[in-house]
């Protein structure tokens, strides 16, 4: 996604890009923002990770410490394998919906990503897309009218044939429109067919190049339905000590 807010060209790893200066005017942080209440807190929950597949990215544990873990159902992953997949040279994006939790034992918290809302109100291309005001204002009205009782824990988007990281205008949109702890960025290359979770570190901090994998949680009698090139299993990392 690109900084609509510049207006000279920016290099996006080999892709040049022009922004367009008029589409942020309407769209800041305090006009509007994808965040809870601060009495808000995690809802109590058994950690599902005995009835998940952990899929560790190439930097799982190379001292990154996220403060939160990522279950994602298979429902909801195929629906984003697709969605990258159906415009594979145009940027696509949306809400990642699920719940927030805490587990029981040992306070850990981590988010479910059961459902998706694809976003509307775009402007797309094939090296940027720009969440406007409706786009946002959308992602609620679907929330309150499909998962009432859910939250939404984080946003997805594409980069064609670009790779996994955060632009600096993705960073931007992480931090003043999903500005909790534990709400978390994916980014999907549907041409290498790759992709991870960027979340915040327990210093607050995102790291743009660095992402994490998640816990698939099983369904499908036990078969996984993860396709991303850049992701292991635990069992198969361990093959390869």
């Known amino acids: ?33 994808i965040s809870m209440p601060p009495e808000l807190k995690p809802r109590e929950a ?11 990215s190439p930097f799982d544990g190379q ?3 996220s403060v939160i873990k990522v279950f994602f159902t298979q429902p909801a992953y195929c629906r984003v394998y697709v969605h990258a997949a159906a415009e594979p040279e145009y940027e696509v994006g949306g809400a990642l919906i699920g719940e927030w939790c805490a587990d029981r034992e040992t306070n850990t918290e981590f988010v479910v990503v059961e459902h998706l809302i694809p976003a509307r109100h775009t402007r797309q291309g ?19 009218k ?21 632009s600096h205008y993705d960073t931007w949109l992480h931090n003043n429109f999903f500005p909790e702890p534990w709400q978390v960025a994916l980014v999907v ?10 979340i915040r570190q327990a210093n607050g901090l995102l790291n743009p190049t660095r992402y994490f994998g998640f816990y698939e949680l099983n369904g499908n009698f036990g078969r996984s339905a993860v396709r991303w090139n850049n992701l292991n299993t635990v069992e198969e990392s361990k093959e390869g000590v």
Request: hydrophobic share 30%.
């Open 1 to 33: 996604m690109t900084n609509e807010k510049r207006t000279v060209p920016r290099s996006r790893g080999a892709v040049r890009i022009r922004p367009e200066p008029d589409m942020m005017s309407a769209l800041t942080p305090m006009s509007i923002r």
């Open 146 to 166: 499909r998962y009432p009782n859910k939250k939404i824990v984080g946003w997805y988007h594409t980069h064609p044939k670009m790779g996994i990281f955060l």
């Open 63 to 65: 001292g990154s410490n």
């Open 126 to 144: 094939s090296v940027y897309l720009t969440f406007t005001q409706d786009t946002i204002v959308t992602f609620h009205n679907e929330l309150e």
């Open 189 to 198: 290359e549907p041409h290498s067919s790759t992709g991870g979770f960027f």
């Open 46 to 56: 058994a950690m599902p990770d005995g009835n998940s597949r952990r899929w560790d």
